[in-house]
Each structure stands twice: as C-alpha cells, then as structure tokens.
C-alpha cells in the first residue's frame, strides 16, 4: 500500500503510483513517467521508485480467527 504523502514534504503521491506502475510496466522509462506525472523532487521520486507492494505476500499468512467461547 503506497502512502498517500511524501514522507519529507508532503506532496500527495498515492493517486500516481498505480499510472506510474502501469506505464513502467509498458515499458517506459521510469525517470521520464515521474517526470511527466510531476514529482520533479527526489524526496516525492523515492516514494514511487523504492516501493515494494507486499499486501499480497501477507495474504497467503491470514488466517480465520475463530471465536472462543
């Protein structure tokens, strides 16, 4: 789950990483999406480049919890 927020400034980033992810994916270099997608500061580019999506790895480990009487 990307955050909503650049950690450092405060710009929101969360609406981009999913066009950001699709156009990468698509091919396209990853410096020329965040720049057309506007995240020209370092700080808001490591929020998109260094995230690792893990929710579906912590799925496989969720188990029903079962009620206690």
Same mark, same amino acid.
């Given at each position: ?13 969360? &609406? /981009? #990483? ?15 999406? !965040?720049?057309?997608?506007?995240? &020209? /500061? #370092? ?15 912590? !799925? ?5 919890? /079962?009620?206690?009487?």
């Amino acid at each position: 789950m990307i955050p909503v927020r650049c950690f450092t400034c405060g710009k929101v980033v969360g &609406d /981009k #990483y999913e066009e950001f992810e699709r156009r990468v994916a698509g091919g396209e270099d990853p410096g020329k999406v !965040l720049d057309d997608l506007g995240l &020209d /500061k #370092y700080c808001c580019r490591r929020m998109l480049i260094t995230h690792c999506d893990l929710i579906d790895e912590f !799925l496989q480990f969720e188990y029903p919890q /079962k009620k206690e009487k």
